[in-house]
Protein backbone atom coordinates (compact mmCIF):
# COMPACT_ATOMS: atom_id res chain seq x y z
CA UNK A 1 0.00 0.00 0.00
CA UNK A 2 3.06 2.77 1.11
CA UNK A 3 5.05 1.82 -2.37
CA UNK A 4 1.09 2.55 -4.10
CA UNK A 5 0.94 6.03 -2.78
CA UNK A 6 4.67 6.78 -3.27
CA UNK A 7 4.08 5.73 -7.06
CA UNK A 8 0.39 7.85 -7.27
CA UNK A 9 2.08 10.99 -5.68
CA UNK A 10 5.14 10.40 -8.39
CA UNK A 11 2.68 10.62 -10.54
CA UNK A 12 0.12 13.28 -9.88
CA UNK A 13 3.56 15.81 -9.40
CA UNK A 14 4.83 14.37 -13.24
CA UNK A 15 1.10 14.97 -14.55
CA UNK A 16 0.76 18.25 -12.65
CA UNK A 17 4.78 19.64 -14.95
CA UNK A 18 3.86 17.95 -17.87
CA UNK A 19 0.66 19.75 -18.38
CA UNK A 20 2.33 22.78 -17.35
CA UNK A 21 5.16 22.46 -19.58
CA UNK A 22 2.83 21.76 -22.60
CA UNK A 23 0.36 25.06 -21.45
CA UNK A 24 3.46 27.60 -20.71
CA UNK A 25 6.00 25.96 -23.42
CA UNK A 26 4.07 24.92 -26.19
CA UNK A 27 0.79 26.66 -26.16
CA UNK A 28 2.40 29.89 -24.10
CA UNK A 29 -1.15 29.81 -22.63
CA UNK A 30 0.26 30.59 -18.98
CA UNK A 31 2.23 34.08 -19.64
CA UNK A 32 2.15 36.00 -16.83
CA UNK A 33 0.37 39.14 -17.31
CA UNK A 34 2.47 42.21 -17.28
CA UNK A 35 1.64 44.94 -14.50
CA UNK A 36 1.19 47.83 -16.13
CA UNK A 37 2.76 50.68 -14.18
CA UNK A 38 1.57 54.10 -15.31
CA UNK A 39 3.68 57.12 -14.31
CA UNK A 40 2.90 60.53 -14.37
CA UNK A 41 4.85 62.95 -15.72
CA UNK A 42 4.28 66.36 -15.47
CA UNK A 43 7.34 68.76 -17.42
CA UNK A 44 7.66 71.74 -15.22
CA UNK A 45 8.49 74.17 -17.75
CA UNK A 46 9.37 77.96 -16.21
CA UNK A 47 8.09 80.31 -18.98
CA UNK A 48 10.64 83.34 -19.37
CA UNK A 49 8.63 85.77 -20.40
CA UNK A 50 8.78 87.89 -23.30
CA UNK A 51 10.56 90.47 -23.44
CA UNK A 52 8.44 93.55 -24.56
CA UNK A 53 9.10 95.32 -27.11
CA UNK A 54 10.33 98.96 -26.84
CA UNK A 55 7.86 102.07 -27.72
CA UNK A 56 9.80 105.15 -28.25
CA UNK A 57 8.92 109.05 -28.08
CA UNK A 58 8.98 110.97 -31.19
CA UNK A 59 12.13 112.60 -30.70
CA UNK A 60 15.91 111.96 -32.39
CA UNK A 61 18.87 112.44 -30.65
CA UNK A 62 22.15 113.77 -32.22
CA UNK A 63 25.43 112.05 -31.41
CA UNK A 64 27.61 113.46 -28.45
CA UNK A 65 25.59 116.17 -28.22
CA UNK A 66 22.72 117.20 -26.03
CA UNK A 67 20.23 118.30 -28.69
CA UNK A 68 16.67 116.79 -28.82
CA UNK A 69 14.61 117.40 -32.21
CA UNK A 70 10.52 116.31 -32.35
CA UNK A 71 10.48 113.79 -35.56
CA UNK A 72 7.06 114.48 -36.63
CA UNK A 73 5.87 118.31 -35.61
CA UNK A 74 2.83 118.05 -37.67
CA UNK A 75 0.75 116.10 -36.78
CA UNK A 76 1.02 116.92 -33.00
CA UNK A 77 2.08 113.66 -31.47
CA UNK A 78 2.62 114.64 -27.42
CA UNK A 79 -1.10 115.37 -27.13
CA UNK A 80 -1.72 111.75 -27.14
CA UNK A 81 0.67 111.48 -24.27
CA UNK A 82 -0.98 114.92 -22.64
CA UNK A 83 -4.51 113.01 -23.03
CA UNK A 84 -3.47 109.58 -21.28
CA UNK A 85 -2.06 111.22 -18.38
CA UNK A 86 -5.19 113.51 -18.07
CA UNK A 87 -7.52 110.50 -18.25
CA UNK A 88 -5.63 107.97 -16.01
CA UNK A 89 -4.92 110.03 -12.80
CA UNK A 90 -3.03 107.07 -11.00
CA UNK A 91 -0.58 106.51 -13.58
CA UNK A 92 2.74 108.33 -14.28
CA UNK A 93 5.31 108.17 -17.58
CA UNK A 94 8.16 106.78 -17.72
CA UNK A 95 10.92 107.28 -19.93
CA UNK A 96 14.17 105.94 -20.84
CA UNK A 97 17.07 107.85 -22.41
CA UNK A 98 19.77 106.05 -23.69
CA UNK A 99 23.00 106.44 -25.09
CA UNK A 100 25.48 104.77 -27.45
CA UNK A 101 28.77 102.89 -25.97
CA UNK A 102 30.91 105.97 -28.05
CA UNK A 103 29.00 108.46 -25.39
CA UNK A 104 29.21 109.38 -22.19
CA UNK A 105 26.97 108.96 -19.94
CA UNK A 106 26.19 112.34 -19.00
CA UNK A 107 24.70 113.80 -22.07
CA UNK A 108 21.95 111.35 -21.72
CA UNK A 109 21.21 113.28 -18.30
CA UNK A 110 21.17 116.52 -20.65
CA UNK A 111 18.93 115.26 -23.38
CA UNK A 112 16.71 114.52 -20.42
CA UNK A 113 16.44 118.06 -18.77
CA UNK A 114 16.09 119.07 -22.72
CA UNK A 115 13.03 116.97 -23.02
CA UNK A 116 11.57 117.51 -19.33
CA UNK A 117 11.57 121.07 -20.72
CA UNK A 118 9.89 119.97 -23.93
CA UNK A 119 6.74 118.23 -22.31
CA UNK A 120 6.37 120.72 -19.80
CA UNK A 121 6.19 123.73 -22.46
CA UNK A 122 3.29 121.67 -23.77
CA UNK A 123 1.47 121.59 -21.15
CA UNK A 124 2.41 117.66 -19.56
CA UNK A 125 2.78 117.77 -15.74
CA UNK A 126 6.69 116.91 -15.55
CA UNK A 127 5.68 116.43 -11.66
CA UNK A 128 4.21 112.67 -13.52
CA UNK A 129 7.28 111.96 -15.00
CA UNK A 130 9.78 109.77 -14.10
CA UNK A 131 13.26 109.99 -16.19
CA UNK A 132 16.32 107.40 -16.51
CA UNK A 133 19.31 106.57 -18.61
CA UNK A 134 20.53 103.62 -19.97
CA UNK A 135 23.61 102.18 -22.44
CA UNK A 136 23.10 100.14 -25.39
CA UNK A 137 24.80 99.30 -28.49
CA UNK A 138 23.24 101.08 -31.10
CA UNK A 139 24.59 103.06 -34.43
CA UNK A 140 23.73 106.92 -35.23
CA UNK A 141 23.20 107.31 -38.82
CA UNK A 142 25.39 109.22 -41.44
CA UNK A 143 23.96 112.61 -40.30
CA UNK A 144 24.52 111.85 -36.55
CA UNK A 145 20.70 111.28 -35.93
CA UNK A 146 19.14 108.10 -34.48
CA UNK A 147 15.03 107.90 -34.25
CA UNK A 148 15.02 105.82 -31.13
CA UNK A 149 16.63 107.40 -28.33
CA UNK A 150 13.63 107.82 -25.45
CA UNK A 151 11.92 104.33 -24.93
CA UNK A 152 8.64 104.93 -22.54
CA UNK A 153 5.89 102.77 -21.13
CA UNK A 154 3.06 103.97 -18.15
CA UNK A 155 2.84 102.61 -14.79
CA UNK A 156 0.54 102.91 -12.25
CA UNK A 157 2.20 105.35 -9.39
CA UNK A 158 2.56 103.98 -6.00
CA UNK A 159 0.85 105.20 -3.07
CA UNK A 160 4.44 107.38 -1.93
CA UNK A 161 4.35 108.73 -5.37
CA UNK A 162 0.69 109.81 -5.17
CA UNK A 163 0.81 111.58 -2.31
CA UNK A 164 3.68 113.30 -3.47
CA UNK A 165 1.57 114.60 -6.53
CA UNK A 166 -0.97 115.71 -4.52
CA UNK A 167 1.92 117.96 -2.57
CA UNK A 168 2.35 119.93 -5.98
CA UNK A 169 -1.52 120.59 -7.17
CA UNK A 170 -1.91 121.77 -3.22
CA UNK A 171 0.49 124.37 -3.67
CA UNK A 172 1.28 125.08 -7.67
CA UNK A 173 2.23 128.48 -9.91
CA UNK A 174 0.90 128.90 -12.97
CA UNK A 175 2.44 130.76 -16.16
CA UNK A 176 -0.28 129.74 -18.82
CA UNK A 177 -1.26 132.35 -20.94
CA UNK A 178 -0.53 135.35 -17.92
CA UNK A 179 1.59 137.28 -19.70
CA UNK A 180 -1.14 139.26 -21.67
CA UNK A 181 -3.64 141.22 -20.28
CA UNK A 182 -6.25 138.96 -21.65
CA UNK A 183 -6.90 135.13 -20.42
CA UNK A 184 -5.53 132.52 -22.41
CA UNK A 185 -6.37 128.41 -21.15
CA UNK A 186 -3.87 126.26 -22.56
CA UNK A 187 -2.83 122.70 -21.81
CA UNK A 188 -1.22 123.51 -18.81
CA UNK A 189 -3.95 125.26 -17.65
CA UNK A 190 -6.30 122.40 -18.39
CA UNK A 191 -4.04 119.29 -17.42
CA UNK A 192 -4.32 121.45 -13.72
CA UNK A 193 -7.97 121.86 -13.88
CA UNK A 194 -8.31 118.05 -14.37
CA UNK A 195 -5.72 117.12 -11.50
CA UNK A 196 -7.26 119.71 -9.16
CA UNK A 197 -10.61 118.69 -9.94
CA UNK A 198 -9.35 114.79 -8.62
CA UNK A 199 -7.52 115.99 -6.01
CA UNK A 200 -10.66 117.42 -4.35
CA UNK A 201 -13.06 114.88 -5.17
CA UNK A 202 -10.33 112.59 -3.18
CA UNK A 203 -10.39 115.87 -0.50
CA UNK A 204 -13.80 116.91 -0.19
CA UNK A 205 -13.04 119.46 2.97
CA UNK A 206 -9.89 121.18 1.21
CA UNK A 207 -10.92 125.08 -0.42
CA UNK A 208 -9.09 126.29 -3.16
CA UNK A 209 -7.44 129.92 -3.08
CA UNK A 210 -6.48 131.70 -6.72
CA UNK A 211 -3.91 134.42 -6.03
CA UNK A 212 -3.65 136.55 -8.54
CA UNK A 213 0.43 138.40 -9.67
CA UNK A 214 2.14 140.91 -12.04
CA UNK A 215 4.82 142.59 -13.14
CA UNK A 216 6.40 146.23 -11.85
CA UNK A 217 5.03 147.56 -15.61
CA UNK A 218 2.05 150.52 -15.12
CA UNK A 219 0.33 151.88 -12.10
CA UNK A 220 0.43 149.67 -8.75
CA UNK A 221 -3.16 150.29 -8.62
CA UNK A 222 -3.88 149.13 -12.01
CA UNK A 223 -1.64 146.01 -11.44
CA UNK A 224 -3.83 144.95 -8.84
CA UNK A 225 -6.98 145.10 -10.84
CA UNK A 226 -5.21 143.10 -13.24
CA UNK A 227 -3.88 140.50 -10.62
CA UNK A 228 -7.49 139.97 -9.26
CA UNK A 229 -9.17 139.64 -12.79
CA UNK A 230 -6.52 137.28 -14.11
CA UNK A 231 -7.66 135.07 -11.21
CA UNK A 232 -10.84 135.89 -11.93
CA UNK A 233 -10.56 134.25 -15.40
CA UNK A 234 -8.68 131.41 -13.70
CA UNK A 235 -12.11 130.69 -11.36
CA UNK A 236 -14.11 130.81 -14.13
CA UNK A 237 -12.15 128.34 -16.41
CA UNK A 238 -12.44 126.00 -13.62
CA UNK A 239 -16.11 126.00 -12.73
CA UNK A 240 -16.92 125.56 -16.68
CA UNK A 241 -14.21 122.39 -16.17
CA UNK A 242 -16.61 121.14 -13.34
CA UNK A 243 -14.93 122.19 -9.92
CA UNK A 244 -17.68 123.34 -7.07
CA UNK A 245 -17.72 127.63 -6.96
CA UNK A 246 -17.98 127.60 -3.20
CA UNK A 247 -14.24 125.72 -3.03
CA UNK A 248 -12.61 128.83 -4.56
CA UNK A 249 -11.71 132.10 -3.74
CA UNK A 250 -9.64 135.13 -5.70
CA UNK A 251 -7.60 138.11 -4.29
CA UNK A 252 -4.42 139.75 -6.06
CA UNK A 253 -1.22 140.87 -4.69
CA UNK A 254 -0.55 142.84 -8.06
CA UNK A 255 3.24 144.07 -7.80
CA UNK A 256 3.78 143.51 -4.57
CA UNK A 257 5.23 139.83 -4.05
CA UNK A 258 8.04 139.35 -6.96
CA UNK A 259 9.64 136.11 -7.37
CA UNK A 260 12.50 137.87 -10.13
CA UNK A 261 13.97 141.20 -10.67
CA UNK A 262 11.48 143.52 -12.76
CA UNK A 263 14.44 144.44 -14.70
CA UNK A 264 14.70 141.65 -17.11
CA UNK A 265 12.03 140.56 -19.94
CA UNK A 266 12.34 136.84 -17.67
CA UNK A 267 11.66 138.48 -14.70
CA UNK A 268 8.57 139.96 -15.88
CA UNK A 269 7.41 137.15 -17.11
CA UNK A 270 7.94 134.86 -13.89
CA UNK A 271 6.29 137.45 -11.92
CA UNK A 272 3.05 137.41 -14.72
CA UNK A 273 1.90 134.66 -12.59
CA UNK A 274 -1.31 132.44 -11.12
CA UNK A 275 -0.49 131.37 -7.29
CA UNK A 276 -2.90 128.51 -6.10
CA UNK A 277 -2.99 127.16 -2.20
CA UNK A 278 -5.42 124.73 -1.14
CA UNK A 279 -6.13 124.64 2.75
CA UNK A 280 -8.28 122.89 5.04
CA UNK A 281 -12.08 124.34 5.24
Not at 167 to 174: D, E, H, M, T, V
Amino acid sequence: MKHFLIAFVLFGTWLYFGIRYYECNVKNLCEEPKTSVVVDTIKVIKEIPAKKPLTFLPFSITKNASKVSLIDSVSNPLQSFFDYLNSNQQEELVITSFFSKAEDGAVALSRNEILRKRLADFGINVDRIVMQTKQEDFAFSESNQYDKGFAYEYQKMSEERMRAIDKGIASKILYAGFGSKTFKPDNTLNAYAIELKNYLTKNPTKTVEIIGHTDSNGEAEANMWFGKERAKSVMQYFVSQGIDVNKLTISSKGETTPIAPNNTLEGQRLNRRIEINISNN
